[in-house]
C-alpha cells in the first residue's frame, strides 16, 4: 500500500511561483510513475504532467507547457511540481497520483487528498 501526502498549495498572485511536493510512503515509490491532476470546480479532473518511473521521460499537459515542470527524488520518495507563471485559470485542487505513466486519472492506482492552489488576478 502507497499512501500520498501533497504540500505546497496557497494563495498567490498571477505571474508568481509555487512548489507542490507529493511525499509517498511505502519502499516501492521508485517502482511507480507518478503524476499530478488538477480540478476546479465544477469541471472534471485534467491531467497536469506525468513522470516515468524508469530514466525519467516527463509528459506535460499542452495548458501548462513551458510554465510547469515535474520532478521526482526517489531517495525522498517525492514528486515535485514547479509551476511558474501562474494564471488565474490555474486555480484548482492539484492531486498527485501513482500508477502507469499516461495521462489518464484511470492509470493510476493510489491518489493524495489533495492541495488547493489559488492564483488571483
Known amino acids: 500500500q502507497v499512501q500520498l501526502v501533497e504540500s505546497g498549495g496557497g494563495l498567490v498572485q498571477a505571474g508568481g511561483s509555487l512548489r507542490l511536493s507529493c511525499a509517498a510512503s511505502?519502499?516501492?515509490?521508485?517502482?511507480?510513475?507518478w503524476g499530478w491532476f488538477r480540478q476546479a470546480p465544477g469541471k472534471e479532473r485534467e491531467f497536469v504532467a506525468a513522470i516515468s518511473w524508469g530514466a525519467p521521460t516527463t509528459y506535460i499537459a499542452d495548458s501548462v507547457k513551458g510554465r510547469f515542470t515535474i520532478s521526482r527524488d526517489n531517495a525522498k520518495n517525492t514528486v515535485y511540481l514547479q509551476m511558474n507563471s501562474l494564471k488565474p485559470e490555474d486555480t484548482a485542487v492539484y492531486y498527485c497520483?501513482?500508477?502507469?505513466?499516461?495521462?489518464?486519472?484511470?492509470?493510476?492506482?493510489?491518489w493524495g487528498q489533495g492541495t488547493q492552489v489559488t492564483v488571483s488576478s
Open positions: 511505502g519502499r516501492t515509490f521508485s517502482s511507480y510513475s
Open positions: 497520483a501513482g500508477g502507469q505513466f499516461s495521462s489518464s486519472p484511470t492509470s493510476y492506482r493510489y
